[in-house]
């Protein structure tokens, strides 16, 4: 099955703040299945590649809490709704993208979260089917993998 049929089921969303544009620094949307609540954050920090690239880059990571009393959390939730989130946290990149026009979009995982990190590969192929580029980021913990990519044309 291709990512872009798996990821073809999409929660309604929500944008927390401000539909993000250039000019913003973060975004966070928010969306919920059942009692759980979950967020996708982008914020924009400075990341340097492996290659001696420098960008600044929108950092993804998204979140969930199985109710409005609990702390967020990044690990696997375990709920059965692994695609119905998949396929929302790719639909608001795809948005944020669209509007916030990154320099760089990364992505990080905790090594020992195979799941989650073959998931941020899969979703950085499909950008790099889109004409993207990826470079390895500098990392000083060996426990995270993590990738930059640069959009098609992009300044630096």
Known sequence: MRL????NTVIDWRWDSSVPSPQMR???????????????????????SDEG?????SEIVFA????SRAKWRTDITRSGNALAVFGTV???MDQYIAKAKPEAIYFSADKFEPSRTKLYSRFARSLEK??????????????VAGTILVPPGAKR
Not at 4 to 7: I, Q, R, T
Not at 29 to 47: D, N, P
């Open 26 to 48: 973060s975004a966070i949307a928010k969306f919920e299945i059942g009692e759980s609540q979950y967020l996708v954050s982008f914020t924009t920090t400075h990341k340097a």
């Open 130 to 143: 889109q004409g993207w580029e990826h470079h390895e980021p500098e990392l000083d913990d060996e426990y």
């Open 64 to 67: 969930y809490r199985e109710s």
């Open 53 to 57: 690239e420098e960008y600044n880059a």
């Open 90 to 92: 790719k639909a608001v």
């Open 4 to 7: 872009n049929e798996v990821l």
